[in-house]
């Protein structure tokens, strides 16, 4: 599904200390140090210089329940819930919140001391209606669902008729039913969608008349273009969501182990996502080689050399990669005489800072940029940060696979989930960025229903432009022909 990853480790993964940064650090509360202040035992949580780094997931599951003096950090509940599904499925993790929480409720009933049940009862409502916002496909097991009605209805006992616990009950249930029907929703209206028609044509036969729309004839404006990719982008990208990026641990541990870890039906939203990288890809490639002169060729390729310097100025550096890609597939590549009529200088620049040597450097120095440029923004069009999907994955998979889930000890190497959630915190801000450009109907129903040529198509296509100059060039042209004339 995703590109290969290659051998070269991803710089931004591999030193820990350098890069854990405050916003999910682990650090340590008033008054949590002494809960992980005793080393050596498995029920443990060790920390360093403030910050949690490992423990045994029974002591993680415990330190994210509240007492009566102490609530979680935000991040710690973020990460732990993250991260705790690659161990425990979600519905179990919620089993043993509700055991742990039925176990200080009682030893509270025991002391007599009404005050500090309520206080005790109102911190965990908290830390379900965060649980519930953060993750409410978590809650979309039955299984899960049933044990969220056990917890609320132990902690509801206390609290009188029309309380303050039960209000905060109702409102946090009725959000959550919400969530998940709107997420139904939006699943139905996937499966609805098709993907562009993959267009194999007549292929020997003569190629589209002049008169036939292409992208040009819908947009010329570089910019704008530009613009509706970063619409497509923001909507697309929205419907990811942070478990599905734990996925890829999830499903690279089932495969490692053989079993099954979640449900992989949830990387759909990835796959499609994917899917439109890919898509955009080979509709840049149609668009380029159906043209029938050499002169519009030249024209396609500088416009769409401008539309990919136009996504990088806004910061969608995924639809400017996919641009790339298009571009440097082989049937467009192969187009010399077209290519040497292009100036190229701009296509250079590009290039560079999309370079694969020292591991996407100059990619990730721009990205750096966009990030910071984003953090300071005072407008939606400067908080645009689109990443190449890709390589956010691929970082993904380089941290779970050069760092051990567990460290000798048996702990949860924590560290490494505390790393984990900050990229994919980090990501889903960018996804969350409301787009400031007006939607151009006609262009997206253009960009997302255009026919596409399939690889073979695209190979005739450009052989038809500019016939094959090499003995292997020939061979494949040969076959093409052959392959074709038997089909008819």
Not at 366 to 383: F, H, I, P, V
Not at 405 to 434: A, C, D, Y
Request: glycine residues 4%.
């Amino acid at each position: 599904m995703f590109l290969e990853p290659q051998e070269t480790m991803p710089q931004t993964s591999i030193v820990f200390s350098s890069i854990l940064g405050s916003s999910c650090s682990g650090q340590v509360q008033p008054g949590m140090g002494e809960r992980g202040s005793v080393a050596g035992s498995s029920g443990d949580l060790i920390f360093q210089e403030g910050r949690l780094i490992s423990g045994s997931l029974e002591a993680l599951m415990e330190h994210l329940v509240p007492t009566v003096d102490y609530y979680p950090d935000r991040t710690y509940i973020f990460t732990f819930l993250l991260s705790s599904r690659v161990f425990i499925p979600p519905h179990d993790l919620l089993a043993r919140v509700g055991q742990i929480c039925l176990e200080r409720r009682q030893q509270l009933e025991t002391g007599s001391e009404k005050a500090k049940l309520k206080s005790f009862s109102a911190k965990i409502v908290q830390l379900l209606k965060e649980w519930t916002e953060a993750f409410p496909y978590d809650f979309q097991d039955e299984k899960a669902m049933a044990e969220l009605k056990v917890i609320t209805h132990r902690v509801t006992q206390c609290d009188e008729e029309n309380g303050t616990v039960k209000k905060a009950i109702a409102q946090m249930t009725q959000s959550l039913l919400l969530s998940l029907a709107a997420r139904n929703q939006l699943q139905e209206l996937r499966e609805k969608l098709r993907s562009p028609a993959m267009d194999k044509g007549s292929v020997l036969k003569a190629k589209p008349p002049a008169t036939q729309k292409d992208i040009l004839g819908v947009c010329c404006d570089p910019l704008v273009l530009a613009q509706q990719l970063t619409h497509i982008e923001l909507e697309r990208v929205s419907s990811i969501h942070p478990e599905d990026l734990m996925q890829i641990v999830s499903h690279m541990d089932s495969r490692d182990k053989h079993r099954c870890r979640g449900d992989l039906t949830k990387t759909y939203s990835l796959e499609a996502y994917d899917n439109w990288f890919n898509c955009l890809s080979m509709l840049v490639a149609t668009e380029v080689c159906r043209v029938v002169k050499k002169k519009h060729r030249t024209r396609m390729l500088e416009f769409f050399i401008d539309v990919a310097r136009e996504c990088f100025n806004i910061g969608n550096f995924n639809s400017m990669m996919a641009i790339i890609s298009g571009m440097n597939l082989s049937p467009v590549a192969r187009l010399k005489k077209t290519w040497s009529k292009v100036k190229t200088a701009k296509f250079d620049v590009l290039e560079h800072h999309m370079d694969p040597s020292s591991n996407f450097c100059n990619y990730r120095t721009a990205l750096q940029g966009a990030t910071q440029r984003s953090q300071m923004a005072n407008s939606s069009r400067e908080k645009i940060v689109i990443p190449v999907f890709n390589l956010f994955v691929k970082d993904i998979y380089f941290l779970h696979k050069i760092h051990t889930n567990h460290l000798p000890n048996g702990h949860v190497n924590f560290k490494k989930f505390w790393e984990i959630s900050r990229q994919i915190h980090e990501f889903m801000t960018w996804t969350q960025v409301e787009c400031p450009f007006e939607k151009e109907k006609k262009i997206q129903n253009y960009l997302l229903t255009a026919p596409i040529y399939s690889e073979e198509a695209l190979f005739i296509a450009s052989f038809e432009s500019e016939g094959p100059e090499n003995h292997m060039e020939k061979d494949s042209w040969k076959t093409l022909r052959t392959t074709l004339l038997n089909r008819a």
